[in-house]
């Protein structure tokens, strides 16, 4: 029987970006991208533009996910699925210990685990691939005729999976094995944004991961442990509230 098939009690999910590593993974694709030629050198800047409105909460995502998908809508599957593993590659020395802890700690004692993302399966899969992680539920990229090995699109294929979308996209992933959040024992959400307010109060278990300055002020209010990762170690505000 595969791990999957395995029920589980307990459920953790993880964002990804800034959460689980301490950078942004689609800047670290244009960048990987840019050094093959196959991005302009500006591209950094423009995808650096797109982080702006993010943090200012203007973000159009569907303008971002076109932007940054259409310079690679030329390219076949195969030669894609190259730069995913070259990427991982080039990825596995940046991952900290202290996040690969926790995630193990979670996979160690049977819980079902998944990164949760905004970022494209392009970007993501190589980096759940460097976690251990098999479930991953992040934004779409459409396909020609919703065919699943079809061209890509360059658009998002239904919901992204951003901001309050990230419930009802857990909730889709959930609902293919009859299973909700709220059906688990204990649940834990780890996120270090704002944005993630609605599937942080969705879990048993929010957890701050050296959040932006307006989580932090709400989780210390809410009384929601505070997870500082120095990236050599785990530290701990409120650590009676984490349920680890």
């Not at 310079?71 to 076949?76: C, D, K």
């Not at 061209?151 to 419930?167: F, Q, S």
């Not at 278990?205 to 300055?213: F, G, T």
């Amino acid at each position: 029987m595969r791990q999957r098939d395995v029920p589980h009690e307990h459920l953790a999910l993880f964002d990804l970006d800034l959460t689980l590593i301490p950078f942004d993974s689609g800047m670290a694709w244009t960048q990987f991208l840019i050094e093959r030629g196959i991005l302009p050198p500006d591209a950094e800047a423009k995808y650096l533009a797109y982080c702006e409105l993010y943090i200012a909460g203007t973000l159009d995502i569907h303008a971002m996910h076109r932007s940054n998908m259409q310079p690679l809508l030329g390219y076949s599957r195969e030669v894609l699925a190259q730069w995913q593993a070259e990427f991982e590659a080039r990825m596995a020395s940046r991952i900290p210990p202290a996040s690969l802890a926790l995630v193990q700690r979670h996979r160690a004692r049977g819980d079902l685990c998944a990164i949760v993302t905004a970022t494209t399966a392009l970007i993501a899969q190589p980096m759940a691939r460097l976690f251990g992680i098999a479930d991953l539920v992040c934004t779409r990229t459409a396909t020609k005729g919703g065919v699943a090995d079809a061209p890509y699109t360059g658009e998002i294929d239904g919901e992204p999976c951003y901001r309050h979308h990230k419930v009802s996209r857990v909730g889709e992933w959930l609902q293919a094995s009859a299973r909700s959040v709220a059906g688990f024992g204990e649940s834990w959400f780890y996120s270090d944004s704002i944005g993630d307010l609605p599937l942080l109060e969705a879990v048993t278990h929010p957890v701050a991961v050296c959040p932006d300055e307006r989580l932090r002020a709400h989780a210390l209010a809410a009384g929601w442990p505070v997870l500082e990762l120095d990236r050599g170690a785990l530290a701990w505000v409120n650590p009676q509230r984490s349920g680890t």
